[in-house]
């Protein structure tokens, strides 16, 4: 049956402009802030019913109504979605989480969950006709971004800081991406990938600077609802780079509330972020709408070590109107959990999945979580992809 996408228009997440979602939207054109695709919540309503999903095809794609691309053809999929939610009992025994839960964005294609992000925007960039993309990486969004441009047989060109993980700079390499690193960190990155828009007329996908990545990351919280059969956990932890994932899923769970699909109770978020750059979770703790840019940033942890984020404002509402939080963790104990969550539970985590993982006794010791509470972890990659991360004669 054809599906029917309820794309309807873009509205500025600041100042409320609304764009048309038919011709290329960057960042809002009045205030420089964050544009989200809006759709039809009525027609979606009244068409697409939790029901219609069984069938349909195992990815993030059996969403289409509330997806952005209009026609099926367009769509660029390597699989994407549809990752394992995992009950991690003897993690949970462990830290003493009743309830333990971990969803495992590592089995996505490119092994971690831009994946989805990088699927929807060069769909709907092919869709609008933009066949030439840029964007600045810490390096799992160039390894998704060559990925689905090579498999759309678009051009790509990727800026990474040059101390990013080497299976990114391959695999985004061998995909035929053109690769540039830079003497710099992720904000250095993203003012060569801007230059490199206007110079060459390439279109910048850069995180949050474009619409439709955050459309692909908000599956997450379709995904959690769907496999816990219309429920929510009580908390979500997660790592915070540039917040796209944090914030859609929140943009999930109030879509799904407008269809109907799950009831207004939705979890605690919590952000995690490293001690050596943790910009969000200083705003939070200062009561602050915006976070400051954080002076030089460190931590093992690639995905996450983002000084500056256009989403600021955006991951901040999340945390404070889900009554949750944002927790530091260490290097140390980013690297202890690796291990622990491995010969618990036999899944081998990315850094950035520590660091969530990493936080929750934190957060319980704190009294932000209680070991009754069903508490869900987003492993957003493969740990396969940081092997760097570990001194070479350790535990072989
Ligand atoms: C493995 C991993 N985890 C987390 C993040 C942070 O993601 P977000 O931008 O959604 O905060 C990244 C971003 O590069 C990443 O690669």
Redesign the pocket.
Known sequence: MTMISCLDHLECTCCGSRFSADEPHRVCADCGKVLYARYDLDAAAAGFSREALRGRRPDMWRYFEMMPVRDEENVVSLGEGFTPLHAVNRLGREMNVERLLLKDEGLNPTA???ARGLSAAVSRSRELGLNRLTMP?????AGALAAYAARAGMEARVFMPQDAPEANMQEAAVAGARLRLVDGLIGDAGLLARREAAEHGLFDVS?LQEPYRVEG?KTMGYEIAEQMNWTLPDAIVY????????VGMWKAFEEMEALGWIDGSRPKMFCVQAEGCAPIVSAFDRGAEFADPWPRASTVA???R?PAAIGDYLILRALRESGGGAQTVTDSEILSWIGKVASLEGIFV?P??AAATAAIPKLLERGALSDSETVLILN??SGLKNLEVFPSESSI
Do not use: L, W
């Open positions: 971690s969950f831009k990486s810490a390096g799992n969004a995180t990351k790592p915070t780079g540039g917040g796209t994932g944090i690639p995905g996450i983002v990315c950035e999945g957003t990659g």
